[in-house]
Nanobody, 115 residues
Framework: QVQLVESGGGVVQVGGSLTLTCSTS????????MAWHRQAPGKQRELVAD???????DIRDSVKGRFTISRDFAKNSIYLKMNDLKVEDSGVYYC?????????WGQGTQVTVSA
């Protein structure tokens, strides 16, 4: 069974920083692409950043220069480092991986940016 465990959300003021962590099993981490999505109230879930098994990354235009996705092989984890946070970055952030063509989501972690 594929499990994704997220952590690191919280409440931060505009301009602040947070780092989200998503951990999974070693097998999933080493063989499957992973990504961060987010969903604000009343809005559709959107892709924020992804990282391939080869380490290639892609970042959503609206967060480029502020967010960074990375991974740690020793901890079987990916991270989303978020700097210069804006109110519009608020939402539930979800970790996603795809295994054998099937999507697996984490439980989500809440990020609230206050003005």
């Amino acid at each position: 069974q594929v499990q994704l465990v997220e952590s690191g959300g919280g409440v931060v003021q505009v301009g602040g920083s947070l780092t989200l962590t998503c951990s999974t099993s070693e097998n999933v981490f080493r063989t499957s692409p992973m990504a961060w999505h987010r969903q604000a109230p009343g809005k559709q879930r959107e892709l924020v950043a992804d990282i391939s098994t080869g380490g290639f990354t892609d970042i959503r235009d609206s967060v480029k220069g502020r967010f960074t996705i990375s991974r740690d092989f020793a901890k079987n984890s990916i991270y989303l480092k978020m700097n210069d946070l804006k109110v519009e970055d608020s939402g539930v952030y979800y970790c996603l991986t795809v295994v054998h063509g099937q999507d697996y989501w984490g439980q989500g972690t809440q990020v609230t940016v206050s003005a």
